[in-house]
């Protein structure tokens, strides 16, 4: 069975920042591609970052040079370090892991505020 969690959602003022982690458990971490997605309020959900198994990242254009996703095989857990953050990432922020299968988090809020 296949699991998937992420933490780390939370509040900050602009121009703060969070690291959102997910972990999973079930599946051979190191072959999926693994990403973050986030969903706010009358919006599609978009995909924000992701990683392939070989370490090929994409950033969506709203937070290139901003965000940084990374993973650790080893602990079956990927990152998206979120700098600089704005009003406009406030959003439900979803884990996304496919190859074979696609399994998706719980979600984690993240509210950008002053």
């Known amino acids: 069975q296949v699991q998937v969690a992420e933490s780390g959602g939370g509040s900050v003022q602009p121009g703060g920042s969070l690291r959102l982690s997910c972990t999973a458990s079930g599946i051979i971490f190191r072959l999926y591609i693994v990403g973050w997605y986030r969903q706010s309020p009358g919006k599609e959900r978009e995909l924000v970052a992701q990683?392939?198994?070989?370490?090929?990242?994409y950033y969506g254009d709203s937070v290139k040079g901003r965000f940084t996703i990374s993973r650790d095989n080893p602990k079956n857990t990927m990152y998206l370090q979120m700098n600089s953050l704005k009003p406009e990432d406030t959003a439900i922020y979803y884990c996304n892991i496919r190859r074979v299968g696609n399994y998706w988090g719980q979600g984690t809020q993240v509210t950008v505020s002053s």
């Open positions: 990683i392939t198994s070989g370490g090929s990242t």
